[in-house]
C-alpha cells in the first residue's frame, strides 16, 4: 500500500536558520509529488508539486524541494525561515489507482519559527 | 483567483444525527474529493467523484456515508448517524484534470464537524 513518512513531528527554527523536512514515500508506480502547508487557521495550500523533468522544484514563498528517485526521497528546504512560516507541513503523494488519482498524506510536521 | 468554497465552517450535532456538509468546487472543475483530518492526525482521503459516481473510496467511507452532486454547482457529503468519531476537519477538493500532469487538486478551508 501507498504511504508518506514524515521524519520530523515538530521542529522550531530561530529566524533566518536554515529548514530542511524529510518526506518519503512508498509507492512503486509513477509518483506525483507535493508539499502542502497549512497555516494556523487556514486550508491547505500548495507549496510545490513535482510531476516530472527538473528533480529539483521551486515553490512558493522561497521554498524548494528535490526528488530523489533512488531514495523515495521529495524533502523540502529552505535557506532561511521567517516567523511568517510558522505552520503545519504536509508532504504527499498522488497514488493512481484504477485510473483514478488520490492523495496520499504524510502525517504533518509543525514548524515553529521564533523571532 | 478561483476557490474552492465550503459550507459550514463549523458545525456542532447530537450523535445519531444526519449532518450535510456542502463544497462549491472551481466552476470548470471536474473531479471533486473529500477528505478528512482528524484532531492532530493526518489528513486521510475519503472519496472521490467524477462523472456523477464515485471514482474510488476509502474504507473508512462505510455505508453511513453519501456523496452528490445536487445540482451543477455544489458537491455534498452527507453522514446519515453520526458518531463520535466523525468528529474531524473535513476538506473538500476539486480539479480540473485526472491525467498526471494537470491533476493538482485545489482545497476548501475545511468544515470542522463537533459530534456531542
Known amino acids: 500500500a501507498q504511504s508518506v513518512s514524515q521524519h520530523n513531528h515538530h521542529v522550531i527554527l530561530s529566524e533566518a536558520a536554515s529548514l530542511e523536512l524529510g518526506c518519503n514515500y512508498s509507492y512503486g508506480g509513477t509518483v506525483n509529488l507535493f508539499w502542502y502547508v497549512q497555516y494556523p487557521g487556514q486550508h491547505l495550500q500548495l507549496l510545490l508539486k513535482?510531476?516530472?523533468?527538473?528533480?529539483l522544484v521551486k515553490g512558493i514563498k522561497g521554498f524548494e524541494a528535490e526528488f530523489i528517485k533512488s531514495k523515495f526521497s521529495f524533502n523540502l528546504r529552505k535557506p532561511s525561515v521567517q516567523w511568517s512560516d510558522t505552520a503545519e507541513y504536509f508532504c504527499a503523494v498522488n497514488a493512481r489507482t484504477g485510473g483514478y488519482n488520490k492523495l496520499i498524506f504524510g502525517a504533518g510536521t509543525r514548524l515553529a519559527v521564533h523571532p | 483567483e478561483p476557490e474552492v468554497t465550503q459550507t459550514p465552517s463549523h458545525q456542532v450535532t447530537q450523535m445519531g444525527q444526519e449532518v450535510i456538509l456542502r463544497c462549491v468546487p472551481i466552476?470548470?472543475?471536474?473531479?471533486f474529493y473529500w477528505y478528512r483530518q482528524i484532531l492532530g492526525q493526518k489528513v486521510e482521503f475519503l472519496v472521490s467523484f467524477y462523472n456523477n459516481e464515485i471514482s474510488e473510496k476509502s474504507e473508512i467511507f462505510d455505508d453511513q456515508f453519501s456523496v452528490e452532486r445536487p445540482d451543477g454547482s455544489n458537491f455534498t457529503l452527507k453522514i446519515r448517524s453520526t458518531k463520535l468519531e466523525d468528529s474531524a476537519m473535513y476538506f473538500c477538493?476539486?480539479?480540473?484534470?485526472?491525467?498526471?500532469?494537470?491533476?493538482?487538486?485545489?482545497f476548501g478551508p475545511g468544515t470542522r464537524l463537533t459530534v456531542l
Open positions: 477538493a476539486s480539479s480540473e484534470f485526472e491525467v498526471d500532469s494537470r491533476n493538482e487538486q485545489f
Open positions: 513535482y510531476f516530472s523533468g527538473d528533480p
Open positions: 466552476s470548470n472543475h471536474l473531479y
